[in-house]
């Protein structure tokens, strides 16, 4: 499978691809609207960063305690009934009068429900493609995402001067029944991929066997920490450039809509390992700029240059699928959404509370080294080889040994 024609002759691959966009566009539109509501309330960098992007703080509990369930439900039904509470409680920020600590509350709700959502999809497209097909399929996945961003900043950007922010929380969550009826009735039913109930224990114990590799471990956190940091950076567009963050927004999003495109279906095998680090700091090192206090030109050029970087994530979670048993694989990828979503939010809350006492500018740069510092910390267990003979812990005290991920890359294709 090495062509995007081949990708959509796929049985299900088009219904999930169209699915994903729906959800992205309407959670852009919304997460635009709550940070100009909170913003506008409030004239706090902070909780406008914390708005946006701190629901994910929920994905936690969801990863240490639910997240059994990724593996565990129909899939059909849960991308189906996961839409439909999204737009419930889309539509509940909506109120009027809704206090700001409410909006917290249901924020928090939604970032639960959510920690579910990034395992059941991405288990999913593992099942609908052949493994020679998932690093295709996640980066068009990816691509859907840059491109709907880039769409529901805009859209979002013209529904809060048109409307306003609680009028585009309305028109946000209309989006969510139609998503869960193209899984409803695009999708095949099947059956779950592991056998038994969910529950807390099993989501613990599969944490645990997965956390036990140490080559995992570094993939886990080159996947969440350097990638947190800078969505922190993105967390203050608004206070940056309030009369322009939607255009920041969306030039973050075509950024990362390039590098997915050229990674996932331009660039050779040979050369990912080669470029894997150097993606990795070019995700941080434009916003070392912002000590300058860039005007709007240079800013959106560093942020688009910035966000080319992403795409270091798809070559990150092609070797975590190389490393993972199929078993657990919902379960591993899950893990990788919850633990970037948190990590995105520890981000945001950092780089808002920076900001409070300082100024986004600077917050912006600060975070920007941060996540230096970390890849370049990181690169050690990450360069090309180790993990070889990975012994993984399987359920009653067995192991099995896995190859070097530069071996299993290249058969196993994979990004978020």
């Known amino acids: 499978m090495r062509t995007y024609g081949d990708l959509f002759r796929a049985p ?11 959800q992205t566009v309407a959670s852009t539109v919304s997460g635009l609207a ?18 946006m992007f701190g629901p994910s703080f929920a994905q936690v509990i969801g990863a240490t305690a ?21 737009g419930l409680g889309t539509a509940a920020l909506a109120i009027p009068g809704l206090p700001v600590w409410a909006f917290f509350v249901v924020l928090l709700g939604l970032g639960l429900v959510a920690s579910l959502g990034g395992g059941v999809r991405l288990g999913l497209l593992n099942e609908i493609l052949p493994q020679q097909g998932y690093l295709l399929g996640r980066s068009v996945l990816n691509m859907s995402v840059g491109i709907m961003q880039i769409c529901g900043f805009a859209l979002g950007g013209l529904l809060v001067n048109a409307l306003s922010p609680r009028g585009t929380l309305l028109a946000a969550a209309v989006l969510y029944p139609a998503a869960a009826m193209i899984a409803r009735f695009g999708l095949i039913r099947r059956p779950a991929r592991a056998s038994g109930r969910p529950s807390v224990a099993i989501t613990w114990r599969n944490n645990v066997r997965l956390w036990s590799s140490a080559p995992r471990r570094y993939v886990y956190l080159a996947l969440w920490v350097p990638n947190g940091l800078i969505v922190g950076c993105e967390a203050l567009f608004v206070p940056y450039a309030p009369e322009h963050a939607g255009l920041l927004f969306a030039l973050a999003a075509f950024g990362m809509l390039t590098g997915d495109t050229l990674v996932g279906r331009f660039v050779p095998d040979r050369w990912r390992e080669r470029l894997a680090a150097p993606l990795r700091l070019l995700l941080a090192a434009p916003y070392l700029l912002f000590i300058l206090q860039p005007a709007l030109p240079l800013a959106a050029v560093a942020v688009t240059l910035a966000s080319v970087g992403y795409a270091a994530s798809l070559l990150l979670q092609e070797r975590l699928v190389a490393l993972t048993p199929a078993d657990v694989r919902g379960q591993a990828l899950g893990l990788h959404s919850s633990g970037t979503m948190t990590m995105q939010s520890v981000g945001a809350a950092l780089a808002g509370a920076i900001a409070q006492y300082t100024s986004p500018a600077l917050a912006m740069s600060v975070m920007a080294v941060a996540s230096v510092a970390v890849t370049v910390a990181l690169a050690p267990g ?20 896995r190859s070097r991920p530069a071996n299993a890359v290249t058969s196993a294709r994979r990004r978020g």
């Open 34 to 51: 709550l940070g100009t509501l909170v913003y506008a309330a409030t004239d706090s960098a902070f909780l406008s960063a914390v708005s």
């Open 382 to 401: 990450l360069r090309p080889g180790r993990g070889q003979d990975d012994e993984i812990p399987e359920p009653g005290g067995a192991a099995v040994a």
């Open 12 to 22: 299900e691959f088009t219904p999930l691809f169209a699915t994903s966009a729906v």
């Open 66 to 86: 639910l997240l059994s369930a990724a593996d565990r439900l129909p899939p059909r039904a849960a991308l189906t009934g996961l839409a439909m509470a999204f």
